[in-house]
C-alpha cells in the first residue's frame, strides 16, 4: 500500500536559521498537498503541488516536487517563532481508484528557539 | 463563512460504551474525510465520503468502528464499545470534491476512554 515517509521527526532551530522537511513516497504520486498544524490546533492547508519538478513559494516557503514525482520538500527560510508547528505532508497517489485517500506523513515538528 | 464544525469538542467516556461524533462540513462540500490523531502522532485515515456514499472504509480499525452521512451533509461516526485504545482526537475534514482538493479540517473531538 501507500506509503509516506516524513524526515525528519523533529527539528529544533534558532530564530533566523532555515528548515527544511522532506516527504518520500514509495510510489509515484498524483499530487502532493502540505498543511501545517499548531501546537493545541488542527492542520491547516498550505499548498499543493501537481506538475512534476514543481516549485511554488509563499513568502519565506518554498515548496518542491521531485521530478519523478515520489519526493517533496518545503523549505523555510529565516524562520520565525510564528512558524512553529507540525509540518505535514499528504500524498494523493497515481492511478488510484481510492482518489479522497490522502496518505499523510507522520509530520515534521518544528520548534523555534527565539 | 462558517468551517467545519465538530461535535462534541471533549468526551470522556467509559470503557465498553458507544459514543457518537459529529461533524458538520463546510455547506457545499461535497466530501468528508475522517482521522485519527493520537498525541504526538500523525493522521490515520479512517473513511471518506463523496456525497453520502463511502468508497473507501478500508482505515475503520474494527467493526466496532462504523460511520454515515445523511443529505450530503453532516457525517456521524460511531464507535461500540469503546476501548482504551480507541483515546485519540478524532478530526474531520471537507472539500469541494475528493480529487485533488484542499481539504478544511473541523476542530476535532477528543475523545477519552477511562
Known amino acids: 500500500g501507500q506509503q509516506v515517509m516524513q524526515i525528519p521527526q523533529y527539528q529544533h532551530v534558532q530564530e533566523g536559521e532555515d528548515f527544511t522537511t522532506y516527504c518520500n513516497s514509495s510510489t509515484t504520486l498524483s499530487n502532493i498537498q502540505w498543511y501545517k498544524q499548531r501546537p493545541g490546533g488542527h492542520p491547516v492547508f498550505l499548498i499543493q503541488?501537481?506538475?512534476?519538478?514543481e516549485v511554488k513559494k509563499q513568502k519565506r516557503l518554498t515548496f518542491q516536487f521531485g521530478e519523478a514525482k515520489k519526493n517533496s520538500s518545503l523549505h523555510i527560510t529565516a524562520t520565525q517563532t510564528t512558524d512553529v508547528g507540525t509540518y505535514f505532508c499528504?500524498?494523493?497517489?497515481?492511478?488510484?481508484?481510492?482518489?479522497?485517500?490522502?496518505?499523510f506523513g507522520q509530520g515534521t515538528i518544528l520548534t523555534v528557539h527565539p | 463563512g462558517a468551517g467545519v464544525s465538530q461535535s462534541p469538542s471533549n468526551k470522556v467516556t467509559e470503557k465498553g460504551k458507544d459514543v457518537e461524533l459529529r461533524c458538520d462540513p463546510i455547506?457545499?462540500?461535497?466530501?468528508l474525510y475522517w482521522y485519527r490523531q493520537s498525541l504526538g502522532q500523525g493522521l490515520e485515515f479512517l473513511i471518506y465520503?463523496?456525497?453520502?456514499?463511502?468508497?473507501?472504509k478500508s482505515g475503520l480499525p474494527s467493526d466496532r468502528f462504523s460511520a454515515e452521512r445523511t443529505g450530503g451533509s453532516v457525517s456521524t461516526l460511531t464507535i461500540q464499545r469503546t476501548q482504551q485504545e480507541d483515546s485519540a482526537v478524532y478530526l474531520c475534514?471537507?472539500?469541494?470534491?475528493?480529487?485533488?482538493?484542499?481539504?478544511?479540517f473541523g476542530p476535532g473531538t477528543r475523545l477519552t476512554v477511562t
Open positions: 465520503f463523496q456525497g453520502n456514499s463511502a468508497p473507501d
Open positions: 475534514a471537507s472539500s469541494l470534491g475528493v480529487q485533488g482538493n484542499e481539504q478544511y
Open positions: 503541488l501537481v506538475k512534476s519538478g
Open positions: 455547506s457545499g462540500h461535497t466530501a
Open positions: 499528504a500524498a494523493n497517489p497515481a492511478g488510484g481508484t481510492s482518489y479522497g485517500k490522502l496518505t
